[in-house]
């Protein structure tokens, strides 16, 4: 038991505000995904309206036919721009998902250390199986090799 009480207050505190920070950091990038749908719909809604919008007869037909082109104009380059922002919301979280979140320098050295044992022993395992792979190769073309050389030739 640590004999200070007040140091593990401190880490606790700190544990809570870290695991309060990535909660916060994932529902702020769900909800920035969330209104960049909402938006590239909005647009091509309007722009889907702009292209089917009635022309009346009324009316000057030249005017509201070039209202509707510009409208649709305007709101595919919006669409487009919104589609690249979702594209670097959908990077970004493929990036925290790959590599996770970004650590402070001493945070989670057990949990890297122990990543570095598994990971050895995984080397380790694979040559050890290359080799016995190898030696099982080697007796193969031995015994192939004897065979043909102790076999009569006709």
Not at 73 to 84: F, G, M, N
Not at 106 to 115: I, K
Request: glycine content about 4%; hydrophobic content about 40%.
């Amino acid at each position: 038991m640590d004999p200070n009480p007040k140091k593990n207050e401190n880490c606790a505190r700190k544990l809570r505000q870290k695991s309060q920070q990535n909660k916060a950091n994932h529902s702020m990038l769900l909800d920035r995904h969330n209104r960049a749908i909402a938006q590239i719909l909005s647009h091509f809604r309007n722009m889907v309206m702009a292209a089917t919008a009635p022309i009346s007869e009324s009316g000057n037909v030249l005017e509201l036919a070039a209202l509707n082109r510009m409208t649709m104009e305007t709101e595919c380059a919006a669409l487009i721009s919104e589609i690249q922002g979702l594209l670097a919301i959908t990077r970004e979280m493929k990036a925290l998902w790959i590599r996770g979140p970004l650590r402070q320098p001493g945070e989670n050295d057990s949990r890297e250390a122990e990543l570095d044992k598994r990971a050895a022993e995984v080397v380790r395992l694979y040559d050890q199986a290359l080799e016995m792979r190898e030696a099982a190769v080697r007796r193969e073309n031995a015994a192939r090799a004897g065979g043909e050389l102790s076999s009569p030739r006709p």
